[in-house]
């Protein structure tokens, strides 16, 4: 091989890296997680940390079941994923709640019957939208509107079953918590409940304020998850890895007192400027994650109506 050669070798082979860098940051790999009998999480991680949010299966040779979509890129995969698995065909997809994370792969999943969600999900999924940005704290972004056929068309407001093969799967609304919109899937037979952004494991909660979100429905829908689930039910949070019963026993109690921590400063008459400043006690400093840090948790308490109502 000449100079010139090896130079454009060289050139070819550091491009070919720098886009398989690029795809490995943008998109990452998914992979395939048991939590349980018949049900699997599919958790993408790029060279930056998680992408998106956690996608559930409940599935047996009969038929099976999806909680949430992932963005929209990253739909076709997720099906690819799901043939894989060789279950029996989607008969239901469910989404959490309207965020792009869990419903922007909607068009792409090859559902049988019908995509279940809080009628809100389909409200806020058939216009723009616009919401937080997940990439950029604080600022905004406008979601556009997904395409009439991967709209939810199956409406829960308070509690079903839905029949997955043998499996039974129970689906619950909790209102006024992450947004207006939330739903909980729990299989009882697997000892799993998939809880959507109901939970952020290792920080301070996202509360979506402006879409019907708040502090106080959020505590309260995490003491009606432990009301509901059998002791030792593991719990899928909507981000990040699988949370044991006691671990989360343990943040139901941490969103309390930090619920509690910031209508202290509240009800002392304190102006959310003056309790940004005044911050809350050492012990919650380990809860600001770079998405929710201490400041913007106030903010979001602040925003929310006290008695959880919106
Ligand atoms: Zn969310």
């Known amino acids: 091989m000449n100079r010139r050669s090896r130079i454009s070798a060289t050139l070819c082979l550091g491009f070919a890296m720098l886009i398989g860098l690029a795809w490995a940051a943008v998109l990452g790999r998914t992979r395939t997680v048991s939590v349980g009998d018949d049900v699997d999480m599919l958790q993408t991680r ?3 940390g998680p992408i998106g949010a956690n996608v559930v299966v409940v599935t047996n040779a009969e038929a099976s079941l999806v909680v949430d979509a992932q963005l929209g890129p990253l739909g076709r995969r997720i099906q690819k994923m ?17 965020h792009p994370d869990h419903t922007g792969g909607n068009e792409s999943i090859q559902v049988e019957d019908e995509i279940v969600a809080h009628a809100s999900v389909r409200t806020r999924r058939s216009g723009p939208q616009e919401g937080f940005s997940l990439t950029k704290p604080g600022s905004h972004h406008d979601f556009s509107p997904l395409p009439g056929p991967a709209l939810p068309s199956r409406f829960i407001d308070q509690r079903t079953i839905l029949t997955v093969g043998d499996i039974a799967v129970e689906v619950r609304h909790f209102p006024a918590a992450h947004t207006d919109g939330d739903l909980a899937v729990y299989v009882p037979s697997a000892g799993v409940v998939i809880v959507g952004d ?6 301070f909660p996202f509360i979506d304020t402006p879409t019907g979100g708040t502090a106080a429905g959020l505590a309260g829908a995490l003491d009606d998850l432990v009301a509901w689930v059998a002791p030792g039910t593991s719990v899928v949070p909507g981000h990040g890895d699988v949370m ?9 109690q941490f969103v ?9 400063l509240r009800d002392r008459g304190e102006s959310l400027g003056a309790a940004q400043g005044v911050g809350l006690p050492q012990e919650f400093e380990r809860w600001s ?6 400041e913007e948790w106030i903010r979001m308490v602040y925003g929310s109506t006290p008695d959880g109502t919106n």
């Open 198 to 203: 109901l939970v952020w494991p290792g920080s």
């Open 289 to 294: 994650s770079r998405l929710v840090p201490a």
């Open 244 to 252: 044991s019963y006691e671990e989360f026993l343990d943040y139901r």
């Open 256 to 264: 309390h007192d930090a619920t509690e921590a910031v209508g202290r």
């Open 46 to 48: 790029g060279l930056l």
């Open 82 to 98: 799901l043939n894989r698995l060789g279950g029996g065909p989607t008969r239901y997809l469910v989404n959490t709640h309207w």
